[in-house]
């Protein structure tokens, strides 16, 4: 049930569940079993309820425009001490940002009688005319006339100047066969006669440039009165759409804990001196612990589920739990969760604490370790301790050869020397290492063997997932062959044949790769005790003896 506050009761009995402690951190988290009571319970209305139509895509008939959405459920406390819960979707739902069920948006800039609609009609009127001034015929005929006048212009004028260069030759044969036969004074007024020739196509062909210079004028002038309507309008229109934004920045006014105000304009342009991305502030986080603050209501925890089909480039589960996403809503949130007692931000804890690194091989030129996984290969923004930084205690000039994701296993190649480290990165620079990496997919794969070629890059809105990509990605293959299915799981060999960020990762979970993720992708999958894929195997040309050299490094998995 809910009331005119969005507090939603739960249906399903709570009693005896254990609240947490601290407060969901939101950019990293495990769903709480309270949080997975409400998020259930908000998918049982998406399922049955009959006020509106999104096509979510999950039904087979399902044609046209397909549009997951991300959803958020906040279990929060009223001021009577009972425990319900709020939810919010991001951006819109059926083409509109206000539902019932759903706490509004922090700013609704659809509200009638506001400034957000006028202003938009009014730059859709700008749009519509500097569309009909563009569409004009006489606009047209101006344009195709300047074209056809230049093309003209050069083409008499380099006639000109052709006609000038050989009339000059033939002056010059005439004066040279003259020289030879006439007396002095005639070949002198002959030399005069030769100029005065000169002079005189020298003075049409000046006339005939100024002629042209005239004419194009008047036909950049019939052009320009047009042009020069069409770039007022636009010039109009980006101040206008850039006053309105900023307005709307201006009144996308977030609260916290301590009940404190920000803007969008002051968290993104003030403080971070970047403009705000597109979109932010609809995300659901941001609107639930709004409306919970604003409606005094107690924070409890937060979750985040995808409902629908997978858009093409990322990587979505129907019904599974995210994290809130870091480009548009970290700085938001970074504001919003203050006066609150929140989880500790795993990712500033050393993964690597406590954990050795085992030495598989080692001469003088270079030597082998199998990493661990949640190890850092090279240290990040805020964790020094990684694969690299206790190589160079140990061997102050070596350097990591490649490298592993933090969460996955396996060999990794260090060279000890600047001249080794630059022969092996041009091995596999030219792809002639070999690596077989080993992993374990959450389902089963029916296709035994093939290649994955799905062009990745970085979300730029989600760091650091990729996505796939065909229009500004790198290109990413993998070869695979399919070890056994057994309890349902399929243990697999990997073959990358290039070495993107996460490429093994998304070429599993992707829709259009395997479609399977690995187990424990906390990124692209579901949380385990650990990712299963496992750097397996290397071979390489030793820079030092010339031999191939092979090692295999076993998965604990």
Request: hydrophobic share 35%; glycine share 4%; charged share 30%.
């Amino acid at each position: 049930m809910t009331n005119k506050n969005r507090f939603i009761s739960f249906e399903k009995s709570i009693k005896g569940i254990k609240l947490p402690n601290l407060f969901t951190f939101p950019f990293y988290y495990q769903a709480h079993q309270i949080v997975k009571i409400a998020a259930q319970q908000v998918q049982e209305y998406l399922i049955n309820q009959k006020d509106w139509k999104h096509n979510f895509g999950l039904n087979q008939n399902d044609t046209g425009l397909i549009i997951g959405k991300m959803f958020g459920v906040l279990v929060v406390e009223n001021q009577n001490k009972q425990l319900g819960f709020l939810a919010a979707y991001s951006g819109k739902l059926a083409d509109s940002n206000a539902h019932n069920y759903f706490v509004p948006p922090v700013f609704d800039m659809l509200t009638k009688g506001g400034f957000y609609r006028p202003e938009e009609e009014s730059l859709k009127n700008l749009n519509k005319k500097v569309e009909k001034l563009e569409n004009n015929q006489e606009f047209e005929e101006a344009k195709n006339n300047l074209i056809t006048q230049n093309q003209s212009a050069k083409t008499e004028l380099e006639q000109a100047k052709t006609e000038l260069r050989k009339r000059k030759k033939e002056r010059k044969i005439k004066r040279d066969a003259a020289s030879k036969i006439l007396s002095q004074n005639d070949f002198e007024n002959l030399k005069d006669e030769l100029k005065d020739e000169s002079l005189k196509q020298q003075y049409f062909f000046k006339k005939l440039k100024k002629e042209w210079k005239e004419r194009l004028e008047i036909a950049e002038k019939e052009v320009s009165f047009f042009t020069d309507q069409i770039n007022a309008l636009k010039n109009e229109r980006k101040q206008r759409s850039n006053d309105l934004q900023q307005r709307l920045f201006d009144n996308y006014k977030f609260l916290n804990a301590k009940g404190d105000s920000k803007s969008l304009q002051t968290i993104f342009n003030k403080e971070l001196d970047i403009a705000p991305p597109a979109g932010a502030g609809e995300c659901a986080a941001p609107k639930l612990l709004h409306y919970a603050y604003k409606n005094n209501l107690k924070p409890i925890a937060l979750g985040e589920f995808w409902w629908g089909q997978s858009p093409k480039s990322e990587i979505r589960k129907h019904a599974s739990f995210y994290p809130s996403c870091r480009n548009k809503c970290e700085p938001i949130l970074g504001f919003m969760l203050e006066g609150l007692q929140v989880e500790a931000n795993p990712m500033l804890k050393n993964p690597a604490e406590g954990k050795t690194l085992e030495i598989i091989y080692e001469d003088e030129y270079l030597l082998l370790v199998n990493k661990p996984a949640e190890f850092l290969s090279v240290q990040g923004r805020n964790i020094k301790d990684s694969v690299q930084t206790r190589m160079q205690k140990k061997y102050p000039n070596s350097m990591l050869v490649h490298r592993l994701d933090q969460s996955t296993s396996g060999l990794l190649l260090v060279a000890k020397d600047k001249e080794t480290y630059h022969h092996l990165q041009s091995q596999f620079i030219k792809r002639t290492v070999k690596k077989r990496y080993i992993a374990l997919l959450d389902g089963i794969l029916t296709k035994k063997t093939g290649l994955i070629d799905l062009p990745l890059r970085v979300d730029l809105d989600n760091r650091p997932h990729q996505l796939v990509c065909y229009e500004h990605g790198k290109a990413a293959q993998t070869k695979y062959e399919v070890l056994k299915v057994k309890q349902g799981k399929t243990r697999i060999y990997f073959y990358p044949i290039t070495g993107r960020t996460h490429q093994l990762r998304v070429h599993a979970a992707h829709q259009n790769g395997l479609n399977i993720p690995i187990i424990g992708d906390d990124l692209y999958g579901k949380q385990a005790n650990r990712l299963h894929l496992h750097a397996q195997y290397l071979e390489f040309l030793h820079p030092k003896t010339k031999e191939r050299v092979s090692f295999l490094v076993e998965a604990d998995f």
